[in-house]
């Protein structure tokens, strides 16, 4: 079965930094692009930023530009998203997110991970 | 960026009844190459992740019962249910995937009137 799980949330001051991990698991990895996908409490989803599934091409949404920065170890089977610089805005519960046909980039998201929770706060 | 605007923001209905669900992109959606919206529709419960439900606008999911339903075309889609069920309750959202930014639409919420 596929899982994605993922890690590295927590409380945060602001301007700080974290490193968010999504180990996956139950299929081909280095096959799928993978996207983060964050909400914040009681809002709706906001895509935040997409890998190919070889790592050498990304993507972002223009409010993390030059903060955020995608990457993944196939070796490993995990995706991660280091975050920095980060604002109050960026409080959210951010998803892990795998696409559903492999060897493609633009598609839809057929599995979510359970989310980490990142609080920005003083 | 393509902007993704839904309504109603929320609505209610009766069990058994049918609900309607519309989403709007700011631009075409539609690879004139393959002929295909790139529309998806997402139901997510409450303290769960998002479901995919459909996808090419129109293609259900695997497991997903047919009384969800996708269609339309240019830049408006819709997403029914023909017969709302209790455990339909939740936050539908769209998404385009037809540019490398995707984008969500805000959400509808669906309860049972």
């Known amino acids: 079965d596929v899982q994605l799980v993922e890690s590295g949330g927590g409380l945060v001051q602001p301007g700080g930094s974290l490193r968010l991990s999504c180990a996956a698991s139950?299929?081909?990895?280095?096959?799928?692009?993978m996207s983060w996908v964050r909400q914040a409490p009681g809002k709706g989803l906001e895509w935040v930023s997409g890998?190919?599934?070889?790592?050498?091409?990304?993507y972002y949404t223009d409010s993390v530009k030059g903060r955020f920065t995608i990457s993944r170890d196939n070796s490993k089977n995990t995706l991660y998203l280091q975050v920095n610089s980060l604002r109050a805005e960026d409080t959210a519960a951010y998803y892990c997110?795998?696409?559903?046909?492999?060897?493609?980039?633009?598609?839809?998201?057929?599995?979510w991970g359970q989310g980490t929770l990142v609080t920005v706060s003083s | 960026d393509i902007v993704m605007t839904q309504s109603p923001d929320s609505l209610a209905v009766s069990l058994g009844e049918r609900a309607t669900i519309n989403c709007k992109s700011s631009?075409?959606?539609?690879?004139?190459?393959?002929?295909?919206?790139?529309l998806a529709w997402y139901q997510q419960k409450p303290r769960q992740p998002p479901k995919l439900l459909i996808y090419w606008a129109s293609t259900r999911e695997s497991g997903v019962p047919d009384r969800f339903s996708g269609s339309g075309s240019g830049t408006d889609f819709t997403l029914t249910i023909s017969s709302l069920q209790a455990e339909d309750v939740a936050v539908y959202y769209c998404q385009q995937y037809f540019n490398t930014l995707f984008t969500f639409g805000p959400g509808t919420k669906v309860d049972i009137k």
């Open positions: 890998i190919s599934g070889s790592g050498g091409s990304t």
């Open positions: 997110a795998k696409m559903l046909w492999s060897s493609w980039y633009r598609g839809p998201f057929d599995y």
């Open positions: 631009q075409s959606v539609l690879d004139s190459s393959n002929n295909k919206y790139y």
């Open positions: 139950g299929f081909t990895f280095s096959s799928y692009a």
